[in-house]
């Protein structure tokens, strides 16, 4: 039995009942609901009827302009962290690289301002294995701003050397999930 799908029954020429499952969307609401229409143009669930195949697109543009608003994107010096920060800089957001190494958070800071040069961008020093790292940038951050809109836990580390944070915990369990909580 699949959880969480919703199933419609049908009699059958032989008086056995057979169950179809109801199409869902990941939003969990079904296609025939009034409200799926509107939904599925977010979570990509294809109507019935649509050409079997075609994804429904996003792009950068559909997000509406970020004007105003303060971001902390964590990992921010490479990879999708770099990538994120300067989708959210292009779209005028205020972006916050919070990075551990802090001459990379710079060089990354450097390329997007070449490529976005009104860019609004602060580097700050985070360490996510640290604990006392994430309370000195967070109270770090509540002074310099009033506000924060978009919290973007990117960063992480994949398969380290055993090891313990000076905390006491496994340190990619303290990089990648305890640090981002605490934050």
């Known amino acids: 039995v699949m959880k969480g799908l919703k199933r419609r029954s049908r009699r059958t020429g032989d008086g056995v009942a057979a169950v179809s499952p109801a199409v869902i969307g990941r939003c969990g609401i079904n296609e025939s609901s009034p409200d ?14 649509a050409p079997s195949g075609k994804m429904m697109s996003w792009n950068l543009e559909d997000a509406g302009s970020q004007d105003g608003r303060v971001a902390i994107v964590t990992g921010a010096n490479a990879g999708l962290g770099l990538e994120t920060a300067r989708a959210l800089a292009e779209s005028g957001c205020e972006v916050i690289l919070a990075c551990r190494n802090a001459d990379k958070a710079a060089a990354a800071r450097e390329q997007i301002i070449r490529r976005q040069p009104g860019a609004r961008l602060a580097c700050m020093t985070l360490d996510l294995s640290r604990l006392v790292s994430v309370s000195e940038f967070a109270q770090k951050f509540k002074r310099r701003y009033q506000r924060l809109d978009l919290l973007i836990n990117n ?9 313990l944070s000076e905390d006491g915990f496994e340190s990619q369990l303290a990089t990648n999930y305890l640090g981002h909580f605490a934050l």
């Open 36 to 49: 799926s229409t509107v939904c599925h143009r977010s979570c990509g669930t294809l109507p019935a009827g």
């Open 155 to 163: 960063a992480g580390i994949m398969m380290p050397p055993i090891a």
